[in-house]
């Protein structure tokens, strides 16, 4: 769906210079005020019976423009003193000095959205706005739920709810005061982070979401910002936080944490003494057949093996792959980074697995693996390199990372099979555990 501006946008000057000519003064003057016109498909409240609508975005998506028109949409009439379908709003963001400077006075803000003859007048003693036909939309702090005891509204609207850090108590005094009119109701416009009280709200039934990227209001956005955001954070985890607008969940008492891995990413390759690809193959090779985990980890070996350092490289794990297609990938990956070695686990496969490998390439350097232990048993020593920091990743390995948040020690809780964790296990099970568990085998002397 194209907003009309796209529209006008897409004619010729000379097409678009006779629209704006065919307008009326009056409909000339109100033409920039017609949200409509303007918006975005984020933007637009869905249709139908909800209760709250999650506005999701990267930063700069227009997030906040979208809370300021519907929240005039909500209380305004067709004429400057008729009445709309709300008339009591509250206006939540984490301190009152940021629901002011933002959500009122900000560029994207109510006042700045609001033609003149509709534009509310600011109390600053008080704490509201209020409309020339009588509604009322007053600030509040997350930081003091218990404000928000007492007053009742119609519609609210609750902006960056995911850095909340008192968001349940907030929004759970918010609920109780949501109660005037026939159906009352709220906007919620955030990032999205892995907090509980978002994926609470993302759960209800009553709830509708529309999401976008930063990159969406890119007519908006200065391209340098643009530029030097994707430049540094795509491919990243942050980055699909912040500027894709995912939400990107970590299990409870998950082996890896997103913080974590962020912490340790990369920009650029290292330098490297050994690299291999590690193949988790599925049982079946059809359309509703698991991932193939492929996944290319190197390391640095220097010194002693319990200070060595790995980075994985590439996640180049392939759905829904025949045989041939998996190993044709495989060895690709090899191709690609320069790998030492190719090991794939053959607990399924067995013979099979190297055979389809060597059909694609009868000289790949390869050893076959077997699962003695579970997943997480498995998992648990990889886990641990991670912890003492000596692993790092590249960027784009989102659905790598994805699967590692959802590892916990009571098994995977993500849908279908981890294959890409299991790839990444018996990488650095070949590069960082199997050597050191070598070296301090005692060794026997000879008589």
């Known amino acids: 769906m194209r907003s009309g501006a796209d529209w006008l946008a897409s004619k010729t000057p ?150 909340w850090k008192r968001a349940e108590a907030a929004w759970d005094m918010l609920q109780f005061g949501l109660r005037l009119g026939p159906a009352p109701r709220q906007c919620v416009t955030t990032t999205p982070r892995n907090v509980s009280v978002l994926k609470t709200i993302l759960s209800n039934p009553s709830t509708v979401v529309t999401h976008a990227p930063t990159e969406a209001n890119k007519a908006y956005l200065a391209a340098s910002f643009l530029e030097e955001v994707q430049a540094r954070y795509a491919g990243t985890r942050l980055g699909r936080q912040e500027l894709a607008g995912e939400l990107l969940e970590d299990a409870e008492g998950a082996m890896w944490s997103q913080a974590a891995l962020e912490a340790g990413r990369l920009d650029h390759r290292p330098q490297l003494d050994r690299i291999v690809v590690a193949v988790d193959p599925p049982v079946t090779g059809n359309a509703g057949s698991d991932e193939c985990g492929i996944v290319v980890v190197g390391v640095r070996a220097q010194g002693d093996p319990q200070d060595w350092r790995a980075v994985v490289l590439e996640d180049a794990s392939v759905a829904s792959a025949s045989p041939t297609t998996w190993a044709e990938a495989a060895i690709q990956a090899m191709e690609r980074n320069g ?71 009571q098994g995977y809780i993500g849908k279908g099979s981890p294959d890409r964790v299991d790839a990444l296990v018996w990488a650095l099970h070949e590069l960082m555990i199997a050597p050191v568990a070598h070296w301090r085998r005692p060794r026997v002397r000879s008589l």
């Open 14 to 163: 000379s097409a678009q210079t006779a629209f704006l000519d065919s307008l009326s003064e009056n409909a000339l003057l109100a033409l920039p005020y017609l949200f409509e016109f303007w918006a975005l498909p984020h933007q637009i409240p869905p249709a139908g019976d909800w209760r709250t609508w999650v506005i999701m975005g990267g930063r700069g998506a227009g997030k906040t423009r979208a809370g300021s028109e519907w929240v005039r949409s909500e209380v305004e009439g067709s004429r400057p003193l008729e009445v709309g379908r709300s008339r009591r709003v509250a206006l939540v963001g984490e301190t009152i000095e940021q629901a002011r400077e933002v959500m009122v006075f900000g560029d994207s803000g109510i006042l700045a959205c609001s033609p003149p003859d509709r534009r509310p007048k600011w109390e600053a003693s008080r704490k509201r706005l209020v409309w020339p036909n009588g509604a009322v939309a007053q600030v509040f702090s997350a930081h003091e739920p218990e404000g928000l005891r007492g007053p009742q509204f119609d519609a609210a609207w609750v902006d960056e709810l995911a850095k």
């Open 339 to 409: 790998a030492d070695r190719l090991v794939a686990e053959v607990n399924q496969g067995g013979d099979l697995v190297e055979s389809v490998l060597r059909q694609v390439d009868p000289t790949v350097p390869f050893r076959a693996v077997r699962a003695a232990k579970g997943k997480v048993a498995r998992a648990e020593p990889v886990a641990a390199l991670y912890e003492q920091g000596r692993v790092a990743h590249m960027r784009d390995m989102g659905a790598l990372e994805d699967q590692m948040c959802q590892m916990t020690a």
